[in-house]
């Protein structure tokens, strides 16, 4: 019995895109095997990446495609045959240098810095997620106005998962001073007042927060109204500290 075949598609009639990633995908995979031990899985079995060189010969033009490639490999990474790794047990100094090769291949994805401050960066181990938040202020400062998002989340971690607030105070600060684009929101400039009153430096949050009133930039009236009455708290809890001496 033979089959008909006059109905099958050829595979020129593939999308040329699918055709790269499928090869990309291929080759990626043997090139990241062929460093593989061959031992069980385990978290130490993450290899070293490529270099930047190397990964740019194999992407034939198609970075961008070939670091989303890559991304989704290491996001997986966690999940092998017979064994599923904890994402606080994988080699958090090999994770951070795959994460800055897929930047170097694609400078503008977004998801790399997503993973590094909200999957990797919350994990509970406070030296790794210390290590994962250095690597997001570092590739903040090198597009803050496109980044911004992620190194007001850094902030967030910093205060309420590692419960640092000199380091929280850090990374609002050079939020609020690198990243002036007309796009980012007040509220991700304003979280170093906010970081600020949370560690009781109220004198300090009162002079930045009615200078910013004071400085016209504030347009929206709600905004307005929000950040006159957090003012007005300040200076409330300021007369408490007072009385209480």
């Known amino acids: 019995m033979f089959l008909d075949r006059r109905n099958e598609r050829s595979v020129y009639s593939v999308p040329r895109w699918v055709l790269i990633l499928l090869l990309l995908s291929i080759s990626l995979q043997l090139a990241v095997h062929s460093r593989l031990p061959a031992s ?39 999940n092998q045959p017979g064994i599923s790794i904890p994402f606080v047990a994988l080699d958090y100094a090999k994770i951070i240098a795959w994460l800055e090769l897929i930047l170097a291949l694609d400078p503008n994805a977004q998801y790399p810095l997503l993973a590094g401050s909200r999957i990797y960066g919350e994990v509970p181990d406070k030296t790794k997620q210390r290590a994962m938040l250095e690597f997001v202020a570092r590739e903040f400062r090198r597009n803050p106005n496109a980044r911004w998002q992620w190194m007001a989340h850094a902030v967030f971690v910093a205060k309420h998962k590692i419960g640092d607030n000199a380091l929280a105070l850090r990374y609002a600060r050079s939020l609020a001073e690198e990243a002036e684009g007309t796009q980012i929101p007040h509220w991700a400039q304003q979280m170093v007042i906010f970081v600020l ?12 927060l009615g200078g910013l009133l004071d400085s016209g930039k504030i347009i929206d009236p709600n905004e307005q109204w929000f950040l006159s009455k957090r003012l007005a708290e ?6 408490l500290d007072y009385r209480d001496d």
């Not at 300040?234 to 007369?239: A, D, K, S, V």
């Open 40 to 78: 069980i899985a385990s978290a130490e079995d993450l290899p070293s990446p490529p270099p930047y060189e190397f990964m740019r010969a194999m992407s034939f033009g198609e970075q961008p495609l070939l670091a989303k490639a890559v991304m989704l490999w290491l996001q997986s990474f966690d």
């Open 197 to 208: 009153e949370d560690m009781g430096e109220l004198e300090s949050a009162k002079v930045l």
């Open 234 to 239: 300040i200076e409330e809890r300021m007369g």
